[in-house]
T-cell receptor
Framework: GQQLNQSPQSMFIQEGEDVSMNCTSSSIFNTWLWYKQDPGEGPVLLIALYKAGELTSNGRLTAQFGITRKDSFLNISASIPSDVGIYFCAARTTIRTALIFGKGTTLSVSS | KAGVTQTPRYLIKTRGQQVTLSCSPISGHRSVSWYQQTPGQGLQFLFEYFSETQRNKGNFPGRFSGRQFSNSRSEMNVSTLELGDSALYLC??????????????FGPGTRLTVL
């Protein structure tokens, strides 16, 4: 079945550093989403991408929908302690198909 | 605008019992999806409801069921609970925009512990 391979699994960085994570798949998707989840809470949507090649920013966050439609990346610039959490990529084929999720990237930021 | 709300936030049950979880979507959203999140398996899709009809179903046993009401609120039920059902159960709602482009917004989840 379809699956998303998210990497890295975890990252330990210093405050101020830039971060990059990505998701790849052998399947083609029409929507890519990036979420952040804090402990004990539900995922919060960070960025939504609907078009191949699309590059979208949300503050210090930038995400791109891969041109092949099989991958996406998320960059966080100048990380701060509140960036700590688990970041998930998610994708779906059409509006009528279920969203599938990557396993997540756990980000730790030391000040 | 209020977000997705889920009740209860925490629940402790024993094996063999059944449980019902509730989800109220964002006002105006007609689609509700349910997910199970565990440390080992991550986020796994349970089912999706749209206009009171189940539109998609994940690969879970029949002990997991759900329904949606005319006001778009949804409930999910797990019967004959097993230890492995301990998880964070997340509900997400979306507007179902026409012409593509749809985004799911998650609630805070219900933490179910089965003893």
């Amino acid at each position: 079945g379809q699956q998303l391979n998210q990497s890295p699994q975890s990252m330990f960085i210093q405050e101020g550093e830039d971060v990059s994570m990505n998701c790849t798949s052998s399947s083609i998707f029409n929507t890519w989403l990036w979420y952040k989840q804090d402990p004990g809470e539900g995922p919060v949507l960070l960025i939504a991408l609907y078009k191949a090649g699309e590059l979208t920013s949300n503050g210090r966050l930038t995400a791109q929908f891969g041109i092949t439609r099989k991958d996406s990346f998320l960059n966080i610039s100048a990380s701060i302690p509140s960036d700590v959490g688990i970041y998930f990529c998610a994708a779906r084929t059409t509006i009528r198909t279920a969203l599938i999720f990557g396993k997540g990237t756990t980000l730790s930021v030391s000040s | 605008k209020a977000g997705v709300t889920q009740t209860p936030r925490y629940l402790i049950k024993t094996r063999g019992q059944q449980v019902t979880l509730s989800c109220s979507p964002i006002s105006g959203h007609r689609s509700v999806s349910w997910y199970q999140q565990t440390p080992g398996q991550g986020l796994q899709f349970l089912f999706e409801y749209f206009s009171e009809t189940q539109r998609n179903k994940g690969n879970f046993p029949g002990r997991f069921s759900g329904r949606q009401f005319s006001n778009s609120r949804s409930e999910m039920n797990v019967s004959t609970l097993e230890l492995g059902d301990s998880a964070l159960y997340l509900c997400a709602s979306s507007k179902e925009a026409s012409g593509g482009g749809d985004t799911q917004y998650f609630g805070p989840g219900t933490r179910l512990t089965v003893l």
